[in-house]
């Protein structure tokens, strides 16, 4: 049971190239989740889906694209890369996505756009 | 709006001696309220979670929150600190009215002294 897994780990993009992040989670739950974390801003929310075939945009949205793959895998796009999107990008899951859910974590992408 | 305050972006403990983090929130809603973990270069761990039941709450490793509702309030503490503790620890609140998002603290960093 691998939990929530998360490729690559590290990447180095020069501005305006691109890329997808991907991530899996084997514990059959229905919401993921994408967040980045900046230095002294905690996580933030980038997008969500609250179930399979669905997607919403979170509290930072901007310069991402989603695709719900299927109801283990949730991607994360970048179509034109900006040194502002510089950060770690982490993967969670919940099997319900109700306030009182815990979130699982995947072990997290550090991303450098030069 | 909700929102979550961590009043030290920075704690120092020797070794066996207690460990308080502090956290305050504000929320217009009945809150859940969750503290996790996250160590170096890994994915974030939930502790313990709130969730309108009992008001102390304990959780793994011999980490308990105590949720004040009067003062607005989910301190972290525990009794004896040890070296594996040193981390980044998160404070996070989620609303309680069918809008599962959760907001983030911006952490607090404890170091353990040995």
């Known amino acids: 049971n691998a939990g929530v897994t998360q490729t690559p780990k590290f990447q180095v993009l020069k501005t305006g190239q691109s890329m997808t992040l991907q991530c899996a989670q084997d514990?059959?739950?229905?919401?993921m989740y994408w967040y980045r974390q900046d230095p002294g801003m905690g996580l933030r929310l980038i997008y969500y889906?609250?179930?399979?075939?669905?997607?919403d945009k979170g509290e930072v949205p901007n310069g991402y694209n989603v695709s719900r793959l299927n109801k283990r895998e949730f991607s994360l796009r970048l179509e034109s890369a900006a040194p502002s999107q510089t950060s770690v990008y982490f993967c969670?899951?919940?099997?319900?996505?109700?306030?009182?859910?815990?979130?699982?974590f995947g072990p997290g992408t550090r991303l450098t756009v030069l | 709006a909700q929102s979550v305050t961590q009043l030290d972006s920075h704690v120092s403990v020797s070794e066996g001696t207690p460990v308080l983090l502090r956290c305050n929130y504000s929320?217009?809603?009945?809150?859940?309220l969750f503290w996790y973990v996250q160590h170096p270069n890994k994915g974030l761990q939930l502790l313990l979670k709130?969730?309108?039941?009992?008001?102390l709450v304990k959780g793994i490793n011999g980490f308990e929150a105590e949720f004040k509702k009067s003062e607005t309030s989910f301190h972290l503490t525990k009794p004896s600190a040890h070296m594996s503790d040193a981390a980044e620890y998160f404070c996070?609140?989620?609303?309680?009215?069918?809008?599962?998002?959760?907001?983030f603290g911006t952490g607090t960093r404890l170091t353990i002294i040995p």
């Open positions: 514990m059959n739950h229905n919401s």
């Open positions: 969670a899951s919940s099997e319900y996505g109700g306030q009182t859910d815990t979130q699982y």
């Open positions: 889906s609250a179930s399979e075939g669905t997607t």
């Open positions: 709130y969730t309108s039941a009992a008001t």
């Open positions: 929320s217009s809603y009945s809150p859940s």
């Open positions: 996070v609140v989620s609303r309680s009215d069918g809008n599962e998002k959760l907001t």
